[in-house]
């Protein structure tokens, strides 16, 4: 993978706004690497901590946190959501339709 899609990749969750949700789909997408969801997880897990990227903004395609090796994470990832405003639901899952960043342009 080349650094310049890494870099595509941050550029846009940095883009992300406070209280919204993405994709890792969808961030593929805008990064122009559609179908490429699995490179975006990579590239949250390799970023500088220097960086401030959102990371936590970046939820699976079921508006579920996705699993890590580390359970904390998980959960110190849906704190940070709901610190934002971002509700679950009983179901564990972000209500998609409500929670979803939609960049114009």
Not at 8 to 34: C, D, M
Not at 43 to 51: E, I, M, N
Not at 71 to 77: G, L, R, S, T
């Amino acid at each position: 993978m080349a650094r310049s899609d890494l870099e595509r990749i941050w550029s846009v969750v940095a883009r992300i706004p406070r209280g919204r949700v993405a994709t890792y789909g969808l961030i593929a997408a805008l990064a122009g690497l559609p179908r490429r969801a699995r490179l975006v997880g990579h590239a949250l897990r390799v970023v500088d901590d220097s960086r401030p990227i959102p990371w936590h903004r970046v939820v699976n395609a079921a508006g579920e946190i996705s699993a890590r090796g580390d359970p904390e994470f998980e959960q110190i990832q849906r704190k940070l959501l709901e610190k934002e405003g971002v509700a679950f639901g009983a179901n564990g899952r972000i209500a998609l339709k409500r929670w979803l960043w939609k960049p114009k342009g």
